[in-house]
């Protein structure tokens, strides 16, 4: 008998959108104030602005504690074909690819039974159109991923530990997302 863990990693690469999906160990996962920092300095237009993203979303600490809190991990990545470095509308429908595919995985790890996981994303979320923060709860927690970033993980190293590929060819964006559950 399979456990859950190995029926939702089939399930995912399974998917459409996935490009790539495995098991990592969470020993190699690395959390660092510098990109932490990126988040505060608001790179990408999100920082004290939504519901998943710092400060909101939790401390570079606490958020560590949240991922050392399970023992087994699956990684998975999207990528999305852009006309060119600058197709941001491209780049953001291929994070609302990655938001839909992370939906679908949590509602499977949900019909399995499965009650000690957390989802990660990678990037924003994409639930509204605009965010209800600060103003009122979230609409849509289902919707709701921390980014890996916020974690203070590198993604592109952690992509090269895990043995995926960060770089899929010109014109294309790879979006991760990081399951972590208990067996």
């Avoid at 989802?119 to 927690?141: K, N, R, V």
């Avoid at 993604?155 to 960060?166: E, I, L, R, S, T």
Wanted: with cysteine.
């Amino acid at each position: 008998m399979t456990d859950k863990g190995e029926r939702l990693l089939e399930k995912i690469r399974a998917e459409e959108a996935v490009n790539q999906a495995d098991f990592f160990d969470l020993g190699i996962l690395t959390f660092t104030d510098d990109v932490r920092y990126m988040c505060e300095q608001n790179t990408c237009g999100r920082y004290n602005r939504a519901w998943n993203c710092p400060p909101v979303c939790g401390t570079i600490v606490e958020l560590e504690a949240v991922c050392h809190s399970y023992n087994k991990g699956i990684l998975v990545n999207a990528v999305t074909h852009v006309k060119d470095s600058f197709d941001w509308e491209g780049m953001m429908e291929g994070g609302r690819g990655l938001c839909d595919l992370l939906v679908s995985i949590k509602r499977f790890a949900d019909g399995l039974g499965m009650k000690d996981y957390r989802i990660f994303g990678g990037g924003g979320c994409y639930g509204c159109e605009d965010c209800s923060y600060p103003d009122t709860p979230c609409h849509h927690p289902d919707l709701l991923f921390t980014p890996i970033e916020a974690c203070g993980i590198n993604v592109m190293q952690f992509a090269k530990d895990a043995g995926f590929k960060y770089i899929n060819g010109q014109n294309t964006v790879t979006f991760f997302g990081m399951i972590l559950y208990n067996d």
